[in-house]
Structure formats: C-alpha cells, structure tokens
C-alpha cells in the first residue's frame, strides 16, 4: 500500500477533490463557448473574494508573476517605491523593484514583527513614494499586517498602494474596495483551494490612471482587461487550472467569507494552544491575527529541518521549514483553504511524535485535546 501524504504546509495547499475532479476534464478550447461559460463565472466569483468592483485580471503564473505585473505597469524607470517588508515576501517586493530598475526605499522591520502604519505615514512624509508594496500575511513569519492602517497611511502620502495577499486572500478579511486598496495580487495556491499556477491581481481606476513606463508584454495589463472585456483570454489561459478554480470559489462563496475567515480563526488559536500545551514555543504572534500560518520554535538542541524531514520519511507529512535566517530554528504549520481541524490534530500529533523520537523533551498526549477545546471557542472576526 501506498504511504498515505499529508500536506499541511502554508501553499501549496490540499486541494478539495470536486476541484482536483475539475482540473482532470477533458481539455477545451479556450475560444469558444465552451471555455466562455467558465472564464466569465470565474471572473465574477473573483470579484466577489476580491471584494471588489474592480475587474480582476488572472494570468498563467505563481503569485510572483502577478507581484511583478504589479510594478511592471505601475512604475517608470527610476521611479521610488516604499516596501513595507518584515519577511521573505517583503524582501520578494524589494527584489522585484531593483530588478525592475525602481528605486527601492525600504521600510524594514525584524522579520515577526508587524508594520506599522504610523511609521508608514511618517516615512512618506519624510521621502516620497509613488507606490507603496506591503505583505498583507507575510508567510515567512505568521505575521498578519494590518492593511486597512497601512492603505489609509498611502493614501494619505499619495502613493499608489499595492497589498500581496497571495496567502491571505480567502483566509481572513480583506476589504479591498472599502478599506481603498488600490492594487492586490494573489494565487491560485493557498486559501483559494486550488492548484498552484493561477496568479490574480484587482487593480483600482486610480491605479489604471497612473500606469508608468516599464516595459512589459505578457503581464500588461491593459492587454488581459481588454481580452476578459469579452472573455476572450489574450493569451492561451490555463483551462484546467481555472476550470478547477471556478469550483474552488463556488466552495468558497458556499461557505461564505465570512464563515471561512472564522473558520481560520479557530484553526489558528487550535493549533497555537496544542503547540503550547507541548511545551513549545511560538515565533508567530499569538493571538488571532495569526490565522494564516503557525511558526514554531524548534526546541533547543533540535535542528527544525531534520525534524521535517523525519516528518516527511517516516510519517508522511509535510510541514514547511522557516525561511532566510528562520532556517533551521523555525518550522511552519499552514492552516489555510481546505483545512479543518482534525488536520490541525493530525499535525500536532505528528510533530509530537517526531519530537519524542528526537529526544526533546516535551509533554505528550495533550496537543490535541488542548486544540479542540480551543477549536470550540466562539469567535467574533
Ligand atoms: N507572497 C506570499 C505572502 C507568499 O506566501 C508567497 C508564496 N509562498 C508568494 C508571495 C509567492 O507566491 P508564488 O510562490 O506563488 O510565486
């Protein structure tokens, strides 16, 4: 028999099987009626998730594809950029900029803290920017910024403000239209419940009138607006990925967002409350705001990365490691889209017993108990 795998990492994430069935119909011709019907539904379903009127372009790519589409047609050459970064993905904006020619004003914080939007105010106010690039969940550290304050502080410097919610959309709110975000990019991968390969980006009227000089092609964006105008994709589109989409999101819509982000929530406080009952120690932030991704300490004496890869040999689950100087010292459980919360003791159960086989000295048998009794507390998002 073959092991059974666990994928409990924060993207890619488990896809529901009503879209991994999608995903394996016959291919269709993206020309025609047939593709037509799913494009559109599709289109609509984003907008909804977005919250949004904005149109929301998609394109064949990771997220990144979508983040660099970001600067590529808001920014000339030479232009200055504020990233917010408290992480792997605000030092992604960053590089992203300087590859692109920008000249990159970075607001930087200890990766696992969080931004803020007065020193956001203060910096624009200081130096000029013509965009701002945040993280609104910034994977790397369990980190969950607070978007509205940091749009309203752009807003106020008059920057165009651009959020990557590539693992928050879906997972927690994010009122794009409301709280005036102007620009957001997101993935197919994450709380979206679907395969990786789709990336998404809502762009405001605002946004579309500043649009800068840099080169672009296939990620102009004028060039899909015009093409999803008449849901006639500009470039051949991936059909089973975004058929597997469309279903995705009527799971989602079904559920309700607001359903999903306290599902999130509980997710987040179960698996914080096992860890601890462990006797571990968190990196992320513990409270509610963290209800994307958990990272955890590894204990003292204990190398994060051999304890995932004993996970994965001789369990079959796959964590996420800590990234840049996280490397080693930290590990990640993703709790995001298609989860619930016997995945969270299945997790915990797993760590536990790695732990043990280790030598770290931690305390068996509560983890999951601790989780479901948190899992039961009534939430208010
Ligand atoms: N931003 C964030 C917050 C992410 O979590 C990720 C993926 N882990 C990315 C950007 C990059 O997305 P992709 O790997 O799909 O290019």
């Not at 990492?9 to 879209?19: A, K």
């Not at 309203?152 to 403000?161: D, I, P, Q």
């Not at 005036?180 to 009138?209: F, I, N, T």
């Amino acid at each position: 028999m073959t092991e059974k795998r666990y994928l409990f990492t924060p993207g890619p994430t488990p896809v529901p099987p009503e879209v991994l069935a999608a995903t394996a119909e016959p291919i269709i011709h993206h020309r025609g009626p047939d593709f037509r019907v799913v494009y559109e539904r599709t289109l609509a379903r984003l907008k909804e998730v977005f919250r949004t009127e904005n149109e929301v372009l998609l394109f064949a790519a990771s997220g990144t594809g979508t983040m660099e589409s970001a600067i590529a047609n808001l920014c000339s050459p030479g232009d200055r950029v504020c990233v917010v970064t408290a992480g792997a993905f605000g030092e992604r904006w960053a590089a992203i900029a300087a590859a692109l020619g920008c000249e990159v004003d970075r607001l930087a914080y200890e990766w696992g803290e969080s931004p803020s939007a007065d020193d956001l105010a203060s910096r624009l106010g200081e130096r000029e920017a013509r965009v701002v690039l945040t993280t609104h969940s910034e994977t790397s550290t369990g980190v969950v910024a607070d978007v509205r304050g940091l749009a309203a502080s752009a807003r106020e410097g008059g920057a165009v403000f651009v959020v990557d919610a590539v693992s928050s959309l879906g997972a927690v709110p994010l009122e794009t239209d409301e709280w005036d975000v102007d620009v957001v990019v997101s993935g197919s991968q994450k709380a979206l419940m679907s395969p990786p390969g789709l990336a998404l980006v809502s762009v405001s009227q605002r946004a579309w009138d500043t649009r800068g000089t840099l080169p672009r092609f296939y990620f102009d964006w004028e060039q899909t607006r015009r093409a999803q105008e008449i849901f006639d994709a500009a470039f051949t589109p991936a059909v089973s990925l975004v058929r597997g989409l469309d279903v995705a999101l009527e799971l989602l819509l079904e559920q309700g967002l607001e359903n999903a982000f306290e599902r999130h929530v509980r997710l987040g406080r179960a698996c914080r409350e096992g860890i601890k009952a462990m006797g571990l120690e968190l990196f992320s932030p513990d409270d509610d705001s963290a209800a994307v991704v958990t990272a955890i300490r590894a204990p003292e004496g204990i190398d994060a990365g051999a304890l995932l890869l004993l996970l994965r040999d001789r369990h079959g689950v796959t964590l996420a490691p800590g990234q840049g100087p996280l490397k080693g010292k930290v590990f990640r459980i993703g709790h995001i889209g298609y989860f619930d919360v016997f995945d969270i003791a299945t997790a915990l159960a797993a760590v536990e017993l790695a732990l043990t086989e280790l030598g770290a000295d931690i305390e068996r048998g509560v983890a999951t108990t601790r989780a479901f009794e948190a899992y039961e507390q009534p939430v208010t998002v």
